[in-house]
């Protein structure tokens, strides 16, 4: 299946936080091809392994490597059955602006066709236009009986927005749940490519659930595998109108690769060395703190995790017209996959902070992001 | 002085390599090993000795006592290159926008100095002059000539710290910046030069400032008995109209504290310390939960399956500016409450 | 009587050994971890495939922690956990050393509408602030008695005792379960969840389950909420700091549905409870709650309907005395 095919069926699919399973099982059928082992973690995570060729005389276990994007949606969920229609609270954070006389997907018992009803223009008064609707104010409709509203839908059950994906000029599409689905796109190009390349890590693709309400997904399945080193793959603000340039990355630039306390210096310089020598285009980003991704909560799992991240160009990020160029995602796929492959034993002793061989004899001082280990004299 | 040499050192958070190069320097000679995890996290340990060494309060032994104290330090980060050669920046910590303006600053490895220069007095309006100007529209001019020249010195994703020199201040204090927590890191410095009857780790933290990031991997690391954290502590005990609390004063003695925002302090190790601060006639006061913020010890008391914490701090006003201000008397005292209270916890903890 | 017991967050030591002593008898092994948790271990009997199951209840109450005395001995606080100003004034507190205080608030500069919380202090009727009765760092809670007005009661903290108390009575009334079962009365919920990050860690159950008080939509022009007293226990599938596990809240439901428990579905916008933390434990525990509808949550007079409470211990046995299927 083509990237955009594929990301097609990702971006229909439906699945906000914690109601992930349709994706899931896409996930699943695509990385089965690439990988060697699959399993679910309790919380509905997806870890693929593509084992590393290590030499077979090695006695230590390979390193791992772990790549991830999160399938979950931002959505709404129903809070209470009035007069046949549903009211509802969002899960994850949408702009309320953007939800007026938008169609839904009602999963109850059935899925159902639904509408976030608006008063028409004529029957409003000119300060009434003016106010932002609150999301207390507002609906979804699906055209049927309060009894039968009562019989199919309950109190909890999911709404995702209804939209198909279109293509745009160019190599542009748009669409909904591109945050984050079109990053697992990339995962699987990486995997793909990678079946072309000798590595010598265990790469683990990793489809975590529940980024958009608290990264939850990450937080466990990076304490499950303790990974080397963590790459999250999300999507960030592409240049687009009214907006600061600040880290905005051109869509069909390649990419965004992310600095600040977030991220390990020396997996920085490693993915920029391997971006430079294929020639893939990408601009440096810098966060001061929180990058409001996956990447933040890997970082600090169990005894710390050495983490990257890339930023995905999106313009319109939690709208249901997430708008990206496939170029993008194409080459972050290949970056992935040569980043995996250029991990190797001398990267993993200078993150462990071994002290490498040539550098015993005449030791840099405050080397950047050296970690070292000694026995001092006392 | 070391902590003059600290207070000069500059490390933002997620990026304390010169101030670990230093700290690495003071203590390599005195304890057992040291390592830097993979956060940056400078561990320390230091092996039991005395005659009969201390137990685990679990069946582990002997008894772990982690002592953490941050490198890390509010500043800058530089994020865009505007096409007239200066810079934006973004604040990597809680820094009060209105302290940044008109002041200098350094950039980067190279230490490229940088000025937050704001519009002129004389071209304000009445109204302008009465707003807070944000962070986010204040740039800063490192004198290039073009966006290119600029790049050409500073890279996106450079740090940057204020340039304040530390020295003697008035009657016994001293001022400098980043004294949160270089503070922390002198005292504990200072510890690490003695013998406790238990495995003392000496912690030296990254990334305080940002979420006591580096604290949490290095407690889930160790897996300490017991923690106690280093802190230079917020005090606001300038004259008040109101009689409120000060959170803390400078010159009242070392701050214990009973909780904060982001922990509410093991009542037998509070105990243990005002015992001893009573017992060895050291003024001590109380850190209460009256402002915002926390250290690396909410992050610690909860790591694993939870460890008893306490926080001992060195009052310290203006934290989080470009300079701010302690007493060395505090600064000894508590020193020397820690290491009175130390070799107490040998005999463990009393039941909860 | 464990809703009038002393415990605000972080001083849970006399509400801890009133529960400790309703539970050591139902219990086989009963031990308090570093943070102060009480975790009570009933031992799994008969058929496989058994599960570790966390219940998890927690012991302290909101409030308040004083930050000064001045100089007329009136005293200036900070909250523990969630206090509300707007609810203090004309209410007392009480120290753990019995000492009653009111809640005052400054006149000058403040209305009646919009009280803050650094705009009040507490009386204790002192004549001025030598050789107080309270020091700087002293912890009270809301002081009123318990209440029953018949099906319905009030009390200062139903939040949470009123789960421990259905999680008392659910170890008394669960004769035996396949299940290896961790009652957990936990501590400092109210700041922020850290009595069951830790104890989570430390129990490392395979599925979770708070008990904890929810908000209702019953009332006078409330927020839309589709929860009432005394319409049964709402099994939760979403408040604001987690979405339950799908398999959990179903089996919670087929619980109820098979027992003929009555039950509510609840859908929370402020709040969250322990099993927010339980859920991302380690690798990540399947964690749902069982809640108490509660009127004026966070208030020193919170209401439950006792059927409600009744029929949660109902649901909890049932769903405890067979096995848990997730999917």
């Known amino acids: 299946m083509s990237a955009k095919d594929f990301l097609q069926k990702l971006s229909e699919a439906t699945g906000i936080s914690g109601y992930e399973h349709s994706v899931r099982e896409l996930m699943v059928e695509a990385f089965r091809p690439y990988t060697d082992e699959i399993s679910v973690t309790p919380a509905g995570n997806v870890i693929a392994i593509k084992r590393g060729t290590r030499d077979p005389k090695s006695k230590t276990p390979a390193p791992k490597v772990l790549i991830e994007g999160h399938m979950d949606e931002i959505g709404l969920m129903v809070t209470d059955i009035e007069r046949g229609l549903l009211r509802f609270t969002q899960v994850g954070g949408f702009d309320v602006r953007v939800l007026l006389a938008q169609e839904v997907i009602v999963h109850g018992k059935q899925p159902l066709r639904g509408i976030i009803g608006s008063r028409p223009p004529h029957v409003l008064t000119d300060a009434e236009r003016e106010k932002v609707i609150p999301m207390p104010d507002l609906f979804v409709d699906v055209g049927v009986p309060e009894d039968k509203v009562r019989d199919l839908v309950s109190i909890g059950d999911p709404i995702t927005l209804a939209r198909q994906m279109i293509s745009l000029k160019g190599n542009l599409v748009a669409g909904k749940a591109f945050d984050d689905r079109c990053a697992l796109v990339s995962v699987v190009e990486a995997l793909k490519h990678l079946a072309t390349l000798k590595h010598s890590w265990d790469v683990y693709a990793v489809a975590n659930v529940q980024e958009e309400v608290g990264l939850y997904g990450a937080m466990t399945s990076t304490f499950k595998i303790n990974p080397d080193v963590a790459i999250a793959l999300d999507v960030s603000h ?24 977030n991220i390990h210096p020396l997996v920085h310089k490693k993915l920029i060395e391997v971006a430079n020598a294929n020639e893939i285009p990408f601009k440096v980003t810098a966060y001061a703190g929180a990058t409001g991704t996956n990447a933040w909560a890997m970082q600090v799992v169990q005894a710390g995790i050495p983490t990257g991240l890339i930023d995905i160009p999106l313009r319109y990020m939690h709208t249901s017209v997430e708008t990206l160029n496939l170029n993008d995602l194409e080459r972050i796929g290949r970056l992935m996959a040569l980043f995996c492959a250029a991990l190797d034993e001398k990267f993993f002793k200078e993150l462990r902070g071994d002290q490498i061989e040539s550098e015993k004899e005449n030791p840099k001082k405050g080397r950047e992001g050296g970690r070292r280990r000694k026995k001092a004299k006392r | 002085m070391l902590l003059e040499k600290l207070s000069n050192a500059r490390g933002v958070s997620g990026n304390e390599n010169e101030v670990r190069e230093i700290l690495i320097d003071a203590i390599k000679d005195r304890v057992t090993e040291y390592r830097v995890d993979t956060l940056g996290n400078l561990i320390a340990l230091k092996k039991a000795k005395g005659a009969r060494p201390s137990t685990a309060l679990r069946t582990r032994a002997p008894l772990r006592v982690m002592l953490a104290a941050h490198m890390d330090e509010v500043g800058l980060l530089i994020v865009h290159h505007d096409s007239n050669g ?155 109209k109101k009689d409120v609390s000060p959170v803390t004063r400078v010159g009242a003695g070392p701050a214990i504290t009973v909780a904060d925002s982001s922990m509410i302090a093991d009542r037998r190790l509070v105990q243990l310390l005002v015992a001893t601060a009573q017992e060895q006639r050291i003024p001590f006061q109380f850190r209460v939960p009256s402002v915002r913020g926390g250290t690396d010890a909410g992050r610690i008391h909860i790591a694993r399956d939870g460890i008893p914490s306490a926080v001992v701090s060195v009052a310290t006003r203006y934290i989080h500016s470009p300079v701010s201000v302690l007493s060395l008397r505090e600064f000894e005292n508590v020193i020397a409450l820690m290491n009175k209270a130390l070799p107490k916890l040998a005999k463990g903890l009393p039941d909860l | 009587m464990i809703a009038e017991a002393y415990g605000p967050s972080g001083h849970e030591h006399i509400i801890r050994e009133v529960i400790r002593d309703e539970i050591k008898s139902l219990a086989d092994e009963v031990r308090v971890d ?47 956990g969630g206090v509300f100003a707007n609810t203090l004034v004309g209410h007392r507190c009480r ?85 290896e079962i961790f009652a957990v009365f936990t501590v400092q919920e109210e700041v922020g969840v850290r009595g069951a990050t830790t104890s989570a860690f430390g129990v490392q159950p395979d599925v979770a389950i708070a008990i904890d008080v929810t908000d209702t939509g019953d009332t006078p022009e409330s927020n839309t909420m589709a929860v009432a007293l005394g319409k049964g226990p709402a099994i939760k599938v979403k ?89």
């Open chain 1, 238 to 261: 592409a240049d687009q109108p009214n907006s600061t340039e600040v880290n905005a990355v051109p869509l069909g630039d390649g990419m965004g690769l992310a600095m600040g306390p």
């Open chain 2, 86 to 240: 200066h810079l934006r920046f973004a604040k990597v910590g809680s820094i009060d926008d209105r302290v940044l303006l008109s002041k200098v600053v350094l950039i980067g490895n190279d230490k490229i100095p940088g000025v937050i220069g704001v519009k002129p007095i004389h071209l304000l309006k009445q109204r302008e002059r009465e707003q807070v100007i944000d962070a986010d529209s204040l740039t800063i001019d490192i004198g290039a000539s073009s966006k290119e020249n600029a790049q050409g010195a500073v890279k996106v994703g450079d740090y940057a710290t204020f340039a304040t020199e530390f020295s003697k201040f008035g009657d016994g204090l001293v001022k400098g910046k980043a004294l949160d927590d270089r503070v922390g890191c002198a005292v504990l410095v200072e510890i690490l030069k003695r013998d406790f009857p238990f495995d003392l780790y000496g912690v030296f933290t990254v990334q305080e400032e940002v979420g006591a990031r580096g604290a949490r991997v290095a407690a889930h690391a160790i897996a300490p008995d017991v923690a106690f954290v280093l802190e230079g502590a917020t005090c606001d005990d300038s004259p008040k």
């Open chain 3, 34 to 80: 570093a943070l102060g948790n009480l975790i009570a271990h009933r031992k799994a009997v008969g058929a496989t495939p058994r599960k570790k199951v966390m219940l998890a209840a927690h012991m302290d109450e909101i409030g308040v922690m004083v930050t000064h005395i001045d100089e007329k001995g009136f005293l200036r606080f900070a909250s523990l």
């Open chain 3, 95 to 179: 120290f753990e050393n019995g000492i009653i205080g009111a809640f005052g608030q400054e006149k000058k500069n403040s209305s009646r509408t919009e009280t803050q919380l650094d705009k009040m202090f507490i009386d204790i009727g002192a004549r001025d602030g030598k050789n107080s009765p309270i020091n700087v760092g002293d912890a009270a809670g809301f002081w009123r008695e318990f209440t029953d007005l018949g099906d319905r009661m009030i009390a200062k903290t139903m939040d949470d005792r009123i789960g421990c108390a259905v999680l008392i009575e659910t170890l008394r009334q669960l004769k035996k379960s396949p299940h």
């Open chain 3, 239 to 327: 408040d604001s700091g987690m979405l339950a596990h799908r398999g959990v809240k179903t089996a919670l439901i087929t619980a109820a549905q098979e027992n003929k428990i009555p039950y509510q579905l609840e859908v929370l916008t402020g709040g969250s409870t322990d099993a927010m933390a339980m859920q991302v434990s380690r690798e990540g525990v399947p964690a749902g709650v069982v809640s108490i509808p509660t009127r004026y949550v966070h208030t020193p007079s919170e209401m439950v309907d006792f059927d409600d409470a009744q029929n949660a211990v109902k649901l909890l046995v049932a769903f405890l005395g067979k096995p848990i299927k997730l999917d």
